[in-house]
C-alpha cells in the first residue's frame, strides 16, 4: 500500500483533488504508443505535442508569448535551473538570492559556483534597490516574483520594470521560478515577469510538480530567442528530455481540457483546506499567523528551534516545514513553521493542531 504525505508537508499537492484514475488511463494509451513508435531518438528539447500545449497554456495563463521551439521540456525544476545554468556559464559572478528563499536553488547556484549575494524581501518582493545599492555587479537574480517563497509577496509592478529595465541595461540573466504557476488562491495570479520581458534577460522554468505530482518529474523552461540553439545543445548532450509516454500523457491531459479543470477545481479545495486550517489556528490561540501561498506560516518566538520542533513533530506523522533554513544565515534567520495547506489533514484538524502545539510547548 503506498503511503501518503505527512500531514503538512509541502511542495506536495494533494491526493485526493487530482482525476488519477483518468490520468492513469490517458498515461496507459501513451506508453502503449511508445511501445509500438519506430525505435529513433527523439527530440532533446521534448515532445512537440507537449511543447505546444506549454506554449498555449502559457500564453493563456501567465501572459507569456513564445513559439514551441523557445520551450525545453525537463525532469522538474532542478533539472531546469541545471540546465540554465550550464547554458549561461557564470561561474565566478555574482548572483542576487531571495532572503528567505528556496535552500535547494541556492546550494545549485554553489555547486554552479556562483557567489551568492543575499537579498532582503519584504511586502512587495525582493528588494531591488537593496540589490542595486550593494551588489550592482550582479550577473544573475533568482526570483519567485508570483509569490515569493516562503513569504508569499507578490512581486510589485514596479520592482519588476526596475529589475528589467536593470537587466536589460547591464547584461544581466533573470530566472523566474514560476514554481505556483496559475495555482495560487488569492484572486487570479499575477502575469509572469516573463510577459514584461521586452530584452530577452528573463529564463522563465516552471513545474508540474505542484500541481500533477513531483513523481512525474517534469519541468518545462522558456528560453530566450536569443539563447534558444545553445539551450537545444546542451539539452542534447547534458540534461535530455524525460521519458515521452509522460510527456504525451500530459499533453493529452492538457489538450482535452483536464488540466484547466483541475487547477480550477484544486484552488477552490486548497482555499477551503486553507480557511479550515487558519480557523484551526485561531481556535487553538495561535498568533502571528500568516497565510503565504500554498502553506500557512506560523512565527515563532525569537531563540525557538523550529528544526527541533519539526522533528519531534515527525513521530506523530506531521511534517512542517522549519523556516529557519530558508534564510542564508543563522544570524539573519528567523524561526517559525510552514505548514503545507495541500496536505492538511481533512478530517481530525483540530487534533493534529491541538498535537502540533503540544510540540512547540515543549521547545518554548
Known amino acids: 500500500m503506498t503511503q501518503g504525505p505527512a500531514f503538512f508537508q509541502m511542495g506536495v499537492p494533494a491526493i485526493e483533488t487530482f482525476p488519477s484514475t483518468l490520468f492513469a488511463r490517458i498515461r496507459a494509451h501513451a506508453v502503449r504508443a511508445e511501445a509500438s513508435a519506430p525505435p529513433i531518438y527523439p527530440d532533446p528539447r521534448g515532445e512537440f ?12 495563463t501567465r501572459g507569456i508569448n513564445c513559439s514551441p521551439s523557445q520551450v525545453i521540456v525537463t525532469g522538474g525544476f532542478s533539472a531546469g535551473l541545471g540546465l540554465a545554468l550550464n547554458v549561461l556559464g557564470l561561474s565566478g559572478h555574482t548572483a542576487w538570492v531571495e532572503n528567505p528563499g528556496f535552500p535547494f536553488t541556492r546550494k545549485g547556484l554553489e555547486l554552479a559556483r556562483l557567489s551568492l549575494a543575499p537579498i532582503p524581501v519584504d511586502t512587495d518582493g525582493i528588494d531591488i534597490d537593496h540589490g542595486l545599492r550593494h551588489h550592482p555587479d550582479a550577473k544573475l537574480v533568482v526570483v519567485t516574483p508570483g509569490q515569493q517563497a516562503p513569504l508569499g509577496a507578490t512581486l510589485s509592478l514596479e520592482r519588476r520594470l526596475r529589475l528589467l529595465e536593470w537587466a536589460g541595461a547591464n547584461q544581466v540573466w533573470v530566472i523566474e521560478d514560476d ?22 534577460r528573463v ?48 499533453a493529452k491531459f492538457m489538450h482535452e481540457g483536464h488540466y484547466m479543470r483541475h487547477l480550477r477545481r484544486t484552488k477552490r479545495a486548497y482555499a477551503a483546506k486553507r480557511q479550515a486550517l487558519l480557523d484551526c ?30 522533528r519531534e513533530a515527525s513521530a506523530f506523522g ?11 544565515s543563522p544570524e539573519s534567520a528567523k524561526p517559525g513553521l510552514l505548514l503545507g495547506v495541500a496536505t492538511s489533514p481533512t478530517k481530525n484538524l483540530a487534533r493534529s493542531c491541538d498535537r502540533l502545539f503540544e510540540v512547540i510547548r515543549r521547545f518554548s
Open 49 to 60: 505535442e507537449l511543447r505546444r500545449e506549454i506554449a498555449g497554456y502559457l500564453a493563456v
Open 179 to 200: 514554481y505556483l504557476s496559475e495555482l495560487q488562491l488569492a484572486g487570479r495570479a499575477a502575469p509572469a515577469l516573463a510577459s514584461l520581458d521586452r530584452d530577452g
Open 203 to 250: 529564463i522563465h522554468i516552471g513545474s508540474f510538480s505542484k500541481t500533477i505530482s513531483p513523481t512525474v518529474r517534469l519541468g518545462f523552461l522558456v528560453a530566450p530567442v536569443e539563447l534558444n540553439s545553445r539551450f537545444a545543445e546542451v539539452a542534447a548532450c547534458l540534461a535530455p528530455a524525460p521519458g515521452a509516454a509522460v510527456q504525451l500523457a500530459t
Open 281 to 310: 489556528l485561531q481556535a487553538s490561540g495561535a498568533d502571528h499567523v500568516a497565510a503565504p501561498g500554498l502553506a500557512v506560516l506560523l512565527k515563532l518566538p525569537k531563540g525557538t528551534s523550529d528544526l527541533a520542533i519539526a
Open 318 to 328: 506531521m511534517s512542517p516545514s522549519p523556516l529557519s533554513p530558508w534564510y542564508v
